[in-house]
C-alpha cells in the first residue's frame, strides 16, 4: 500500500505559516517500517482543490489530508471530499452529537456545520476539542492543527492499520563513488532497473570541491548487495573510485 499526504492551506504555500505535517509522518510512519510514497500541498482555490483530491482519490492509497475541515468559507475540504465521491454533504448525528456534547448551546449556529460530511463517511475522534475528522475509503480528512492531528494519525494507525508495518525497504547500501559522471554510469543503472525491479535506486550527484556520487540500492539483502556488484565492476572498469558510504559525507 501507498502512503501519502495532502496538506492543505494558503497560509502554507504563502509561507505565513510552516509546514510540520511532512517530517511528523515521516517519523511516525518510519517507527512502524513504513514511509510516504508522494506529497501533495494545494491551497484553498476550489478548483486547484478538486484537481488534487481527484488525483488522490482515485487512487487506493493510505492518504492523510490536513487542513480545510472548518466551517469558514476558505475551508472546502469537506465539500470537495464529498464532490469528488459523488456523495452528497450531510449532517452526520454523532458528529453532531460530539459538538453539541462540547459546546452546548453555542454549537448553534456555526460549529455545527463542522459536522455536516460526506454521506458514508466514518469518523475520526478528536481528542482535543472532539469535532471529529473523517474517512472516506482510506483517505482521512483531519484539522490543520498539529495537536489535533497528529493523535488522530497515530489512532488511525493503531486502529485501523495496526497490521500496516514493515513495508519499506529492509535493507540499503550506499556507495561514493568520485571521478565518474552520472552518464558514464547510466547503461549500468538501466541494467539494475530492469533486471531487479523490486530496488530502488537513487543516484544524487554533489558538487564542491570533490564532486562525488551518491548512490544508493534499498530492498531484500541479497538483491542489493549482487547488483551494488554490478555497480561496482563497471565503476572499476570505468576507471572511477568508490567508498562505502560514511557519515562524514553528510
Not at 510552516?18 to 506529497?39: C, I, M, P
Request: glycine share 8%; proline share 6%; hydrophobic share 40%.
Amino acid at each position: 500500500m501507498n502512503i501519502g499526504a495532502l496538506i492543505i492551506g494558503d497560509e502554507i504555500l504563502s509561507g505565513k505559516r510552516q509546514d510540520r505535517h511532512f517530517k511528523f509522518l515521516q517519523d511516525v510512519l518510519a517507527k512502524r517500517g513504513l514511509e510516504l510514497s508522494w506529497t501533495l500541498i494545494v491551497g484553498d482555490d476550489a478548483e486547484q482543490l478538486e484537481r488534487a483530491m481527484r488525483f488522490s482519490m482515485a487512487s487506493d492509497d493510505l492518504v492523510f489530508s490536513f487542513g480545510g475541515i472548518g466551517a469558514t468559507p476558505d475551508d472546502r475540504t469537506r465539500q470537495t471530499a464529498a464532490k469528488v465521491k459523488g456523495v452528497p454533504v450531510v449532517p452526520h448525528p454523532d458528529a453532531i452529537r460530539q459538538i453539541e456534547a462540547k459546546f452546548g448551546e453555542a454549537a448553534y449556529p456555526n460549529r455545527v456545520l463542522m459536522g455536516h460530511l460526506p454521506e458514508g463517511c466514518r469518523l475520526i475522534p478528536n481528542p482535543v476539542n472532539q469535532v471529529a475528522g473523517f474517512s472516506v475509503d482510506n483517505h482521512h480528512f483531519m484539522p490543520g492543527f498539529p495537536e489535533m492531528s497528529w493523535p488522530m494519525v497515530e489512532w488511525l494507525l493503531d486502529n485501523e492499520y495496526a497490521f500496516l508495518r514493515n513495508l519499506r525497504p529492509s535493507y540499503e547500501r550506499m556507495i561514493t563513488i568520485t571521478k565518474g559522471r552520472e552518464s558514464d554510469l547510466l547503461d549500468t543503472m538501466n541494467f539494475i532497473v530492469e533486471h531487479y525491479p523490486r530496488l530502488l535506486l537513487s543516484s544524487l550527484p554533489h558538487l564542491g570541491d570533490i564532486p562525488y556520487i551518491l548512490f544508493s540500492l534499498r530492498g531484500e539483502h541479497n538483491e542489493v548487495d549482487e547488483a551494488m556488484n554490478i555497480m561496482i565492476a563497471a565503476i572499476e572498469a570505468g576507471g572511477f573510485d568508490w567508498a562505502d558510504y560514511t557519515a562524514d559525507k553528510k
